[in-house]
């Protein structure tokens, strides 16, 4: 074998493995970056409890990303893929639903997600779990759905137990201050125990989606707290026309002519329209009627030229103070 030969293979084998060090060094950078978080610990759950996880999926490359297939380890855990494709700089979810209705004990599952574009991979996700026998939510999450704002709603859910006949729900406790829980014990005989758990939104609820846990308290030493998932949709009883104001170029300073139209079932007044970055000026009526046609003078603040993408809130009085939202877009351009 001549010299120069010799030589030449041991460098294009150092190549080759720096080569490919390093495509494995990106790839665990991609991975890091496109899913953030990779494991996720339900805890302790009671039996039929909708126990949920959304696991983010980011694409940080400049084209689309393609989700193949996800595959699950355990049937204990389900994975619906909520965004197959994602665009250049989006996130989409992986949510992982824990099967309590059906599985008992200590359980977990690796959840592999299939990416083919723009590249393949195979990222694995991990969710672990305790599903206690003994304790049994009916339903599992207590779901407002849409409720109105400014009006105080009440839903249950109902607690079994069967074991300790000592056994107890000493307090429940939510992240949400207008989010109320209350517990009631309806029924104990010979080691099983009812309880009701209540839960109140209050008038003071802000509008949109709402999603917590409630922090169940048992005097169990072992596993001494269980989660109730609640959510629901806080509805304005003011809708607003149009819910999207396009503006268009404006410069900073001037002013455009806007019409909106707001309805609710009670006669109100309008207090106020306000947005970041803009001053907006209307005549308000002196008169509570169920329909105001207002024409408001939206007057760009903001110097500095490019879109704009804001909220315009609307706050009313009628019966009780009542908000509707807006979504004001504009282009400011230079003077």
Same mark, same amino acid.
Not at 217 to 235: A, F
Not at 244 to 262: M, N, T, W, Y
């Given at each position: ?13 150092a190549l080759l493995c720096s ?9 665990a950078d991609w991975s890091a ?47 619906? !893929? ?42 694995? !996700? ?87 846990? !409630? ?78 046609i207002l024409f408001a003078e ?28 807006? !979504? ?8």
């Amino acid at each position: 074998m001549p010299a120069a030969t010799a030589m030449i293979r041991p460098t294009i084998f150092a190549l080759l493995c720096s080569f490919a060090l390093v495509t494995v060094s990106n790839a665990a950078d991609w991975s890091a970056s496109a899913f953030p978080v990779k494991k996720h610990d339900f805890g302790t759950v009671a039996v039929s409890a909708k126990t949920e996880f959304e696991f983010p999926i980011h694409n940080p490359f400049k084209t689309t990303m393609h989700i193949r297939s996800v595959r699950t380890s355990c049937g204990c855990t389900t994975a619906i !893929l909520q965004d197959q494709s994602i665009e250049p700089g989006k996130t989409g979810t992986l949510l992982a639903r824990f099967n309590t209705g059906t599985f008992r004990g200590k359980r977990g599952a690796t959840l592999t997600v299939v990416v083919d574009r723009p590249q393949f991979s195979e990222v694995r !996700l991990r969710v672990d779990g305790y599903i206690r026998s003994d304790m049994v939510f009916d339903p599992g999450a207590i779901e407002f759905g849409g409720i109105e704002q400014a009006q105080a709603v009440t839903n249950v859910s109902k607690v079994s137990y069967a074991g300790r006949h000592d056994w107890k729900i000493v307090d429940v406790r939510s992240n949400l201050p207008w989010l109320v829980p209350q517990v009631a014990e309806v029924g104990r005989s010979r080691g099983r125990v009812n309880y009701e758990i209540s839960v109140t939104v209050g008038d003071d609820a802000p509008i949109g989606f709402f999603q917590d846990e !409630l922090v169940v308290q048992t005097n169990d030493r072992g596993m001494p707290t269980v989660p109730l998932r609640v959510n629901g949709e806080v509805k304005s009883p003011l809708t607003i026309s149009p819910q999207a104001i396009a503006i268009g170029r404006v410069k900073s300073g001037e002013s455009v002519r806007q019409k909106i139209v707001l309805i609710c079932r009670e006669p109100f007044q309008v207090e106020s329209i306000t947005a970041e970055g803009w001053d907006i000026d209307f005549q308000p009526s002196t008169e509570a009627k169920k329909t105001h046609i207002l024409f408001a003078e939206f007057t760009a603040l903001d110097e500095a030229s490019g879109p704009r993408k804001t909220k315009v809130i609307i706050e009313a009085q009628g019966q009780k103070s009542m908000t509707a939202e807006a !979504l004001l877009t504009a282009e400011i351009r230079d003077r």
